[in-house]
T-cell receptor, first 115, second 111 residues
C-alpha cells in the first residue's frame, strides 16, 4: 500500500521558472492538502481540496496554484518560482467523513530550493 | 483564532530518562488534538490523537498524552526514552478544514 506519494523528492529551480509538484494517494481519500515546512514556523497550509473539482486557499496560497481533476491526484504548481518559496513541501490526505477526528496521512516531502 | 504553541524548541534527554513535551492550544470549540513525529528526511507519522473520552490517550512507540482542558494543554510523555526517539515532534489541532501545527520540538537523545 503506497499511501501518499510525492515526486520529486528534491528539486532546484532558478528564479522565475515554473514547475509542478506531484502528489498521489491510493487510499480513496476525498480530502487532500499541501503544506510547506519552514524552520521555526511549523507546517503552514497552502491549498486544500475536499473532493475532485473543489479547491480552496489555505494560510499561504500566494504564488501557488492547484487543481483536482481526480480523487487520487492533487498537483501543486509554482507559477514563477521565487527564493522565498525555498522550503519543504508536504502533501497530505484524509478521510472526508468526520474530518476533525481524522488523522492526516503525509507524503515523504519535496525539498525545493530556488536560486 | 486557533493556534498551537510548543514552548520548547529543542530538548535533550539521556537515553532511559523520562520525557515530557509541552503543547498549548487556543481554539474556541472542542479541540481535536494530535501529536505527530517527524524523523529526519521523512514525512510526519501520527503518534496519537484525542477528541473525546478519557483524557489520557495512548499512542504508538510507548507515547502517551494527557488532555487538560483547564490548562488548554496536551502534553506528550514517555517514561523511558530510546535513542530511536530522536526526531521532531509536532502538536496539532484539527479544525475540520485544516490542521494548525505548532512550530515543533526537536528531541536529542544522548547515550
Amino acid at each position: 500500500n503506497a499511501g501518499v506519494t510525492q515526486t520529486p523528492k528534491f528539486q532546484v529551480l532558478k528564479t522565475g521558472q515554473s514547475m509542478t509538484l506531484q502528489c498521489a494517494q491510493d487510499m480513496n481519500h476525498e480530502y487532500m492538502s499541501w503544506y510547506r515546512q519552514d524552520p521555526g514556523m511549523g507546517l503552514r497550509l497552502i491549498h486544500y481540496s475536499v473532493g475532485a473539482g473543489i479547491t480552496d486557499q489555505g494560510e499561504v496560497p500566494n504564488g501557488y496554484n492547484v487543481s483536482r481533476s481526480t480523487t487520487e491526484d492533487f498537483p501543486l504548481r509554482l507559477l514563477s518560482a521565487a527564493p522565498s518559496q525555498t522550503s519543504v513541501y508536504f502533501c497530505a490526505s484524509s478521510y472526508s467523513e468526520n474530518l476533525r477526528e481524522t488523522e492526516a496521512f503525509f507524503g515523504q516531502g519535496t525539498r525545493l530550493t530556488v536560486v | 483564532a486557533q493556534s498551537v504553541t510548543q514552548p520548547d524548541i529543542h530538548i535533550t534527554v539521556s537515553e532511559g530518562a523520562s520525557l515530557e513535551l509541552r503543547c498549548n492550544y487556543s481554539y474556541g470549540a472542542t479541540p481535536y488534538l494530535f501529536w505527530y513525529v517527524q524523523s529526519p528526511g521523512q514525512g510526519l507519522q501520527l503518534l496519537l490523537k484525542y477528541f473525546s473520552g478519557d483524557t489520557l490517550v495512548q499512542g504508538i512507540k510507548g507515547f502517551e498524552a494527557e488532555f487538560k482542558r483547564s490548562q488548554s494543554s496536551f502534553n506528550l510523555r514517555k517514561p523511558s526514552v530510546h535513542w530511536s526517539d530522536a526526531a521532531e515532534y509536532f502538536c496539532a489541532v484539527n479544525t475540520g478544514n485544516q490542521f494548525y501545527f505548532g512550530t515543533g520540538t526537536s528531541l536529542t537523545v544522548i547515550p
